[in-house]
C-alpha cells in the first residue's frame, strides 16, 4: 500500500508541482489549499505525512501544524516558506515539532524527496515502536499479574500445608524440596528453611548425596499415580512411618510435581499387633482350656490309681518300683501345675482392686529371689523413687508379674551377670491415664531376637527346653486387665528390658497400707 501524503498550500502552481514531483515518487497525494480544509481531510482521512507552506491566509502553516498536532501527536510535517527566517525556523522544528523546514522556490528537488522519505521512515518506526511499546507493556502488566497469582497461590499452599499437623513436603521433578511445612521441617531436625528448600530430598532426608535405592517418589511421578508404603523411621528407627506419594500434573516445568505426606503409625501398629494377640489369646484360650479340662479328668485316675499301687499296706515295693512310683508322681504334679496355668490362661481368675505401694511390692518379691540370685552369681541393683504415687490394681496378680519378669531375667543369664530394677513415675504412653509409674526390670543377657520379640508374649512360645510358654502371657494379661502396658526392649548380645506401665490411683483417695503379701511360686 503506497504511503498518503496531504499538502497544503494556497498557491496552486506549488500544489501541483508538488502534486507531479511525489505522484511519480509513488506516493498517493491529496491536495487542501487551506488550513481549515487540511483540517477537515484530515479528519476524514488519515495520511503518513503532511506538508504545508508557512504563509496562508486565515491559518498559517505554525497553526496548521499545531492543529495536526492534536489531532495526531505522532504526524510528521515539513513546513515549507518562502520567507525563510532563522525564527521561524527554530520555532517550527523545534517548538512546534515539525520534521523538516524547506524555502521555496524548491531548488533541490532531491532535498524534499529525502526529508519526505525519512520523515515517513520515523512515523513509521515511531508506530511501531509505540506498538511494540505497548506490547511489553500488556506482557509486563500479564506477567506481574501472574507472578502476583503465583504468590498468591503458593502463599495459599503453604497456609494449606501449614494447617495440617503431619508432615507435607513438595518436591520438583528433580527432586527438590520446594514447600513443606512446620512439622516436616521439625521432622528433617533442621532448623532453618534455607537449609531445607531447594535442597534435593534424598540429601535432607537421607542424608545422602544420591537417590535412595528403589525410589518410589521417582516410580509414583512417572506413573502418575499415589504410592503408598510403610518404612522405619528415617530419623528414628525405632518409630513406624506411613508414606503417602501424591503426584501432581502440572503444565509447569519442574514445579511441585509431587506432594510427601510422612505419618507416625507407631502407635497404630502397636494397637492392631495387640488387638491381633488379643484375638490370637481368645481362641487359643478356649481351645486350651477344653483340652486342659479332657486331660484332668484321665490324670486324675492316673493320680489316684498311682496312689493305690504306692499303698505301702497293701503291696510290697522294691526301693526300685518305690523310685519310678515317686518320679510319676512328679510328672502328674507338673502336668497338673501345667494344667493350672492353662486353666488360668483360658478363664482369669476374678481380681481383687487395692492401692498398692509398688516400691513395697517389688521389695517383698525380691527377697523371695535372694537365695537363688546369689547361687547363680547374678547382682540385682534396685532403684527406686520415693513419694511415688500408689497404683490400683490386684497385689497377687502384680507379684506374680513381678517374679515372672525377675526368673525371666535369672534365666536368661547363665553365667551371671545384672540385673537392674527401677521404679519411677514418668509420662504415659497413651492419653488414657494423667499419671503413671513405670516399672522396668534390665538384664545382661544375650537379649531376645528381633524374630521372637513379637512373640514372646504369645501363649505356648518358648525358647527354653522345659518352659510352657505362658508365664509371660499370662503376665501380659494380668497387666492389661490393671489398665496397663507390658512392652519388651531387647537387642541381641544387649540385653532385655521388660517395661510395665502402671496407671496411678486417684491421688485424691486416701492411700491405705499393701496388705500381706501371699507367695505365689515360682512362675514358669
Not at 24 to 38: H, P
Not at 375 to 380: A, D, F, Q, T
Request: net charge negative.
Amino acid at each position: 500500500m503506497n504511503n498518503k501524503i496531504l499538502i497544503i498550500d494556497d498557491d496552486i502552481e506549488i500544489l501541483d508541482m508538488l502534486d507531479t514531483i511525489l505522484s511519480n515518487e509513488g506516493y498517493e497525494v491529496l491536495r487542501a489549499e487551506s488550513g481549515k480544509e487540511a483540517i477537515s481531510l484530515l479528519q476524514s482521512d488519515p495520511v503518513d505525512l503532511v506538508i504545508t507552506d508557512m504563509s496562508m491566509p486565515v491559518m498559517g502553516g505554525l497553526e496548521v501544524l499545531a492543529a495536526v498536532k492534536q489531532l495526531d501527536e505522532n504526524m510528521e510535517i515539513i513546513v515549507l516558506t518562502g520567507d525563510a527566517t532563522l525564527e521561524n525556523a527554530v520555532q517550527a522544528l523545534k517548538e512546534d515539532g515539525a520534521f523538516n523546514y524547506l524555502t521555496k522556490p524548491l531548488e533541490n528537488i532531491e532535498e524534499l524527496l529525502i526529508s519526505v522519505k525519512r520523515a515517513i521512515e520515523k512515523r513509521k518506526l515511531r508506530s511501531e515502536n509505540k506498538t511494540l511499546i505497548e506490547e511489553l507493556k500488556n506482557e509486563v502488566e500479564e506477567r506481574i499479574k501472574v507472578e502476583r497469582q503465583l504468590v498468591q497461590s503458593k502463599t495459599n499452599l503453604q497456609s494449606v500445608f501449614d494447617g495440617i499437623s503431619e508432615p507435607l513436603i513438595m518436591v520438583d521433578r528433580k527432586m527438590t524440596i520446594k514447600v513443606l511445612n512446620e512439622p516436616a521441617k521439625n521432622y528433617t531436625q533442621l532448623s532453618r528453611y534455607q537449609d531445607i528448600l531447594d535442597k534435593p530430598c534424598f540429601s535432607v532426608l537421607a542424608g545422602r548425596s544420591t537417590a535412595c535405592k528403589d525410589c518410589k517418589l521417582l516410580l509414583a511421578m512417572s506413573s502418575g499415580s499415589p504410592t503408598t508404603f510403610e518404612r522405619n523411621g528415617l530419623k528414628d528407627k525405632a518409630r513406624v512411618e506411613e508414606v503417602v506419594i501424591y503426584p501432581i500434573q502440572n503444565k509447569m516445568e519442574n514445579e511441585g510435581n509431587a506432594i510427601i505426606r510422612i505419618s507416625d503409625i507407631t502407635e497404630q501398629k502397636k494397637i492392631e499387633e495387640q488387638l491381633i494377640r488379643t484375638d490370637r489369646l481368645s481362641s487359643l484360650g478356649q481351645l486350651s482350656g477344653g483340652i486342659a479340662h479332657e486331660i484332668r479328668n484321665p490324670l486324675s485316675s492316673i493320680n489316684l490309681f498311682t496312689d493305690i499301687l504306692c499303698d505301702e499296706e497293701k503291696y510290697d515295693r522294691t526301693a526300685q518300683e518305690n523310685e519310678l512310683f515317686d518320679e510319676i508322681k512328679d510328672n502328674i504334679n507338673r502336668i497338673e501345675k501345667i494344667i493350672k496355668q492353662v486353666l488360668d490362661f483360658a478363664k482369669p481368675p476374678v481380681t481383687t482392686s487395692n492401692e498398692i505401694d509398688l516400691n513395697e511390692l517389688t521389695q517383698e518379691s525380691i527377697k523371695f529371689w535372694a537365695s537363688k540370685l546369689r547361687k547363680s552369681g547374678i547382682r540385682l541393683n534396685l532403684n527406686i523413687k520415693d513419694g511415688l504415687p500408689p497404683i490400683q490394681g490386684d497385689v497377687i496378680g502384680l507379684q506374680q508379674v513381678i517374679n515372672n519378669v525377675i526368673l525371666n531375667a535369672i534365666e536368661a543369664m547363665e553365667k551371671g551377670g545384672d540385673i537392674n530394677i527401677s521404679i519411677s513415675q514418668g509420662v504415659p504412653s497413651t492419653g488414657e491415664h494423667k499419671s503413671v509409674v513405670y516399672l522396668k526390670v534390665s538384664d545382661t543377657g544375650p537379649g531376645i531376637s528381633k524374630n521372637h520379640q513379637e512373640d514372646i508374649f504369645n501363649p505356648f512360645f518358648t525358647t527354653k527346653a522345659t518352659g510352657t510358654g505362658l508365664g509371660l502371657s499370662i503376665s501380659h494379661q494380668i497387666i492389661k486387665r490393671q489398665g496397663g502396658t507390658f512392652t519388651v526392649e531387647s537387642n541381641p548380645d544387649a540385653g532385655t528390658t521388660f517395661i510395665i506401665e502402671l496407671p496411678a490411683a486417684d491421688s485424691k483417695r486416701k492411700t491405705t497400707h499393701t496388705p500381706s503379701f501371699k507367695r505365689c511360686s515360682r512362675a514358669n
